[in-house]
C-alpha cells in the first residue's frame, strides 16, 4: 500500500480535513488493556486528583494516536507516515460522565521536502487548550 496523495498535488498550507475524537473511560480502560499502561491517573479519580491533577487523564500515547489519525487518514496509508513526534503540553481531563472529553485535531503540510516528502504540523486541542506541541510528522506521499 502506499499514499494515495500525490506529491506534485499538494501546497505548502494545504490544510487536512479535521476531525474530532471522544474519548471516555470506557476508552481509556480498553486502552489500558490493549497497551499494558495501567498507571491509576487513567482510571482511578480518586488518585488521579490525590498526585495533584485535577481529575482521570488520558494516556499521553493514546492523544498521540489519536491525533496522528487525521495524517494516516488523509495520506491513505499509515505506513506514509515515515517520522511522527510530539511534545506533551497539557492533559486530556477525562470527566466521568456520559460525554468524557473531546479532542479536537487539525492539520495543514508546512513544507514540501525532498523525495516526495511533506511535514504535516498537527494541532490538537482539548477543552480550549493545547494538548500536544511541536507535533510534526513526515509524510512520504505518491
Given at each position: 500500500?502506499?499514499?494515495?496523495?500525490?506529491?506534485?498535488?499538494?501546497?505548502?498550507?494545504?490544510?487536512?480535513?479535521?476531525?474530532?475524537?471522544?474519548?471516555?473511560?470506557?476508552?481509556?480502560?480498553?486502552?489500558?488493556?490493549?497497551?499494558?499502561?495501567?498507571?491509576?491517573?487513567?482510571?482511578?479519580?480518586?488518585?488521579?486528583?490525590?498526585v495533584?491533577?485535577?481529575?482521570?487523564?488520558?494516556?499521553?500515547?493514546?492523544?498521540?494516536?489519536?491525533?496522528?489519525?487525521?495524517?494516516?487518514?488523509?495520506?491513505?496509508?499509515?505506513?506514509?507516515?515515515?517520522?511522527?513526534g510530539?511534545?506533551?503540553?497539557?492533559?486530556?481531563?477525562?470527566?466521568?460522565?456520559?460525554?468524557?472529553?473531546?479532542?479536537e485535531?487539525?492539520?495543514?503540510?508546512?513544507?514540501?521536502?525532498?523525495?516526495?516528502?511533506?511535514?504535516?504540523?498537527?494541532?490538537?486541542?482539548?477543552?480550549?487548550?493545547?494538548?500536544?506541541?511541536?507535533?510534526?510528522?513526515?509524510v512520504?506521499?505518491?
Amino acid at each position: 500500500m502506499t499514499a494515495k496523495i500525490a506529491y506534485d498535488e499538494v501546497e505548502v498550507g494545504t490544510e487536512l480535513p479535521a476531525q474530532s475524537f471522544p474519548v471516555t473511560r470506557a476508552t481509556l480502560v480498553r486502552y489500558a488493556g490493549a497497551s499494558g499502561d495501567f498507571n491509576p491517573i487513567h482510571w482511578n479519580e480518586k488518585f488521579a486528583v490525590e498526585v495533584g491533577l485535577p481529575d482521570v487523564i488520558a494516556h499521553g500515547m493514546f492523544t498521540m494516536a489519536e491525533a496522528i489519525r487525521v495524517v494516516t487518514d488523509w495520506a491513505g496509508d499509515p505506513a506514509a507516515v515515515v517520522e511522527y513526534g510530539v511534545r506533551f503540553t497539557k492533559p486530556v481531563i477525562v470527566p466521568n460522565d456520559d460525554q468524557g472529553a473531546l479532542v479536537e485535531v487539525s492539520a495543514k503540510v508546512a513544507v514540501k521536502l525532498d523525495d516526495k516528502r511533506v511535514r504535516v504540523d498537527i494541532t490538537a486541542m482539548s477543552a480550549g487548550q493545547k494538548v500536544l506541541g511541536m507535533s510534526r510528522a513526515v509524510v512520504e506521499l505518491a
